[in-house]
């Protein structure tokens, strides 16, 4: 029962942090800017958590993950603002037609394999796209223009659900058998693993998460543009589960909370920025060439839950 | 237990496996000798539901089972040990013994049978939190086995187990097949080392480029003249 001892601590660290940063807002030290970078840092752990599931775990190389976060964006935005629906309303509805096109997409799509799948997951974000772009209802290229509801709170508790899910999911029965498509595709189907079945799930809930966070993206700016999802923003998902090291949730986290970080540091020096960043990566990719964290998780280190609850 | 009725098998373009028949029965190892690309991987795949074959039956237990998907194959109690070991790399040797009994649901069973593992397999026992891709070569091969036999088969199908390792654990390795097979476990094994294979199997059969060419006992296909030229060597 380690793994119940793993969501514990995990639970209340979350509302540690909460409480922390709430009262940090309360009495004001944190102000917009950094309330802002919060946001954008929770948003950023969602995608990358969630194309973890996808690449890290289960090994299908997607690179098309802002198209889901499009799909999420946008119908959330058209449920608030065209239907008039409450934003948590709205979240969902953003969420499940993303796992709705994650499930379209991954059908016929993941019989492929390594560099085909890529090139079709791509070929697919930028249909997305290019769909959002050609539909006037959602304001084509001028974008759709969307009330900022987004709160500190709605985001928080997004990452919250997101992580624990997608954690709760790796540790089962299931994910072990998504695990061991990664490891070795043909030995799983020996094992009598419905391979097909597990890649199609983990897609469809990697785009659903993928959703949600397009969904609070789009109620944190005033508008939301066709070009913002392009493929552009595929790889910066892509680079926070490799920065952070496929196969591990904590790495990917902590390489979405890391970039989030350097890229708000360096937004004033505008002329350097690119080429900051870039250093960045690779001086990260040279000395931790499997990523931060490799497959490992930041709960080994602590001795918590090893390996995830390993034994039972 | 298992009749293999004239089966035409394609691997993409490749007409892999030619009006190919046989037979494994209850109790029996049964071993399947050829060189390289005669297709007896081809074979294993397609009883294991790998592959489909596009022409042909594969009775089990007097049930069709060609073209069935794989899960529904494991059920009905075929393991296969594919080719090259293929451990789960990143998991523990106790993760990829718990995953070759993904289909079973009795516990009690389950810990039975993993005790029976670590029995046959002491070293697997003593590294059970180890990665597997740390193990050596014959140990893969072993934990390969024991996943197999996590699922509780009656029929296992081996793919060339002494792929790839020293004399002395291809040896070792052998001994534990016999061992698997005298606790009721009927055994189809696919080897290129024609002389172990044939030194503990009951029946043989050597396939060459995609048709068997020749079958019977184990004893008879040591003493064919045939055989001793392709395959042992020609001693």
């Known amino acids: 029962m380690k793994k119940s001892k793993a969501f514990w601590v995990f639970s209340v660290l979350a509302l540690v942090i909460y409480a922390v940063v709430q009262g940090l807002i309360s009495v004001g030290i944190l102000d917009l800017y950094y309330q802002n970078i919060l946001v954008q840092m929770c948003i950023n752990i969602m995608l990358a958590v969630s194309l973890h599931i996808i690449i890290g775990i289960t090994g299908q190389f997607s690179i098309g993950h802002a198209g889901f976060m499009a799909v999420g964006a946008y119908f959330s935005a058209i449920a608030t603002m065209k239907l008039g629906l409450p934003l948590p309303v709205g979240l969902l509805i953003g969420a499940g037609v993303a796992a709705l096109a994650g499930l379209l997409v991954g059908i016929p799509t993941l019989r492929l394999k390594g560099d085909y799948l890529a090139i079709a997951t791509l070929g697919f974000a930028e249909i997305i796209r290019i769909i959002f772009l050609n539909v006037d209802y959602v304001g084509g290229a001028a974008g759709m223009v969307i009330t900022n509801m987004t709160t500190w709170t709605y985001a928080f508790v997004s990452v919250v659900i997101t992580i624990l899910v997608i954690a709760n999911f790796t540790n089962s029965r299931h994910g072990r058998a998504a695990i061991s498509i990664r490891e070795d595709e043909i030995a799983s189907d020996a094992m009598g693993i419905n391979t097909t079945y597990y890649k199609v799930v983990a897609f469809a809930i990697g785009s659903l998460f993928a959703g949600l966070a397009g969904g609070i993206f789009a109620h944190n700016f005033f508008i939301i543009q066709p070009t913002t999802f392009g493929f552009l923003k595929s790889f910066d998902i892509l680079i926070y589960v490799v920065l952070g090291g496929l196969g591990s949730l904590s790495g990917a986290a902590i390489a979405a909370i890391f970039l989030t970080i350097v890229s708000s540091y360096l937004a004033e020096y505008p002329e350097t920025r690119m080429i900051i960043y870039s250093l960045v990566l690779i001086i990260v990719m040279l000395y931790r060439p499997s990523g931060l964290m490799g497959t490992k998780e930041i709960t080994s280190l602590f001795k918590f839950g090893k390996k995830g609850g390993s034994q039972k | ?235």
Not at chain 2, 27 to 41: H, P, Q
Not at chain 2, 137 to 150: I, K, P, T, V
Not at chain 2, 211 to 223: D, F, H, M, R, Y
Request: no cysteine.
């Open chain 2, 1 to 235: 237990m298992l009749k293999v009725d004239n089966i035409d098998v394609f691997y993409g373009n490749i007409h892999a496996l030619k009006d190919v028949s046989l037979e494994v029965n209850e109790g029996e190892i049964v071993t399947l000798i050829g060189a390289n690309g005669a297709g007896k991987s081809t074979l294993l795949k397609t009883l294991s539901g790998l592959l489909k074959p596009k022409k042909g039956v594969v009775l089990y237990q007097s049930q069709q089972i060609g073209g069935k998907p794989a899960q529904a194959i494991v059920k009905n109690g075929i393991s296969h040990v594919p080719e090259g070991r293929r451990v789960f790399s990143t998991m523990s040797v106790e993760e990829n013994l718990e995953l070759g009994a993904y289909l079973r649901n009795d516990r009690e069973g389950i810990k039975k049978d993993m005790a029976n593992v670590y029995e046959l397999f002491p070293i697997l026992g003593e590294r059970r939190k180890q990665p597997s891709g740390t193990l050596s070569g014959g140990e893969q091969q072993m934990l390969a086995m024991g996943r197999a036999l996590m699922a509780k088969p009656k029929l296992l199908l081996l793919d060339e187990p002494s792929m790839g390792l020293a004399p002395l654990i291809v040896k070792k390795i052998f001994e534990i097949i016999k061992m698997v097979n005298e606790q009721g476990t009927t055994v189809l094994l696919v080897e290129q080392n024609a002389n172990m294979a044939l030194s503990i199997a009951n029946r043989a059969y050597v396939i060459e480029t995609g048709k068997i060419v020749l079958s019977g006992t184990a004893k008879e296909l040591q003493e064919s003249e045939q055989v001793k030229a392709a395959y042992l060597g020609g001693l």
